[in-house]
């Protein structure tokens, strides 16, 4: 009897025991490894430009060029833009919100040599093949242009799915190319002078994706895919002069102004190594 007794009364305090505190769990559970603010991935991006153009207008055209060519599109006519591959950095930062899977990217890189081919009748076919009927000996231009230095500038807002090893992300942003030492690099356009060829800032929205992968603590690999649309370079040639050698009163002629508008485009992969700290 005394044993039942004393039985009943370790009851409650069994079940007092076997209570679970939820602070002391709270308490007792590890804390998620706390993700550094920085972070930045050195690698190679290719750059390939999804180009397409309007057909090139000339401007300016008077005395005996005007003889020849007139203002306004030539028929046919159109360029494109080279793919290039550069290195390039990557820097990120994590914004103190949403579990920091929120971040702010841009790139870093050294200016890099973009070139401008010309396409369809203007690479094929004479500009001016007559001037009243006679022959000028002026020939296709051919696919060379002019190149320039690109400085892209870019800005978006990156959002991570996941946790973990493997850490997918998507976000956008905008972007604009600056470009420096343009310069005309036909033969024909050059063999008189050194025409000047101008570029002007060309925005565009950028849009991105891609995966970091971590390979050993804060060190991760990434594959990263950006597209910017919307971007158009718009090129000026001022004082073209060109040989005329079937001419017998004119040697060379200068022609006015070209004008080129580009839609740029580029679709940019990138892969690269690097840490956050």
Do not use: C
Not at 109 to 124: I, M
Not at 211 to 218: C, F, N, P, T, W
């Amino acid at each position: 009897m005394n044993r039942a007794i004393l039985a009943l009364l370790l009851v409650p305090s069994l079940a007092h025991a076997d209570e679970v505190n939820p602070d002391a769990v709270h308490a007792a559970a590890p804390a998620p490894a706390e993700r550094k603010p920085f972070y930045i991935r050195a690698g190679v991006a290719l750059i390939d430009p999804l180009s397409t153009s309007k057909e090139m207008e000339l401007a300016d055209v008077d005395g005996p060029a005007s003889l020849a060519l007139h203002n306004g599109p030539i028929a046919g006519s159109g360029a494109t833009v080279d793919s290039a591959t550069v290195p390039a950095l990557i820097v990120g930062y994590r914004l103190p919100y949403m579990h920091r899977r929120l971040s702010i990217e841009t790139i870093l890189g050294l200016p890099f040599t973009v070139t401008f081919k010309a396409t369809g009748t203007l690479a094929n076919d004479s500009i001016a093949p007559t001037a009243l009927g006679i022959p000028t000996g002026v020939g296709p231009l051919g696919p060379d242009l002019g190149e320039a230095k690109a400085v892209p500038i870019t800005a978006s807002l990156v959002y991570r799915f996941l946790d973990g090893r493997i850490q997918p992300y998507a976000g956008g942003g905008a972007a604009v190319m600056f470009s420096l030492d343009a310069k005309a690099t036909n033969k024909m356009l050059t063999e008189v002078s050194q025409p000047e060829m101008s570029i002007a800032p060309a925005p565009g929205l950028l849009l991105q994706t891609g995966v970091d992968v971590q390979l050993y603590k804060q060190w991760y690999a990434r594959l990263d895919v950006k597209f910017i649309a919307f971007m158009q370079a718009n090129a000026e040639v001022h004082h073209i002069q060109v040989r005329t050698p079937d001419i017998p009163l004119f040697d060379t002629v200068e022609i006015g102004t070209a004008k080129m508008s580009v839609w740029v485009n580029p679709l940019i992969v990138q892969a690269g190594i690097g840490a956050d700290f």
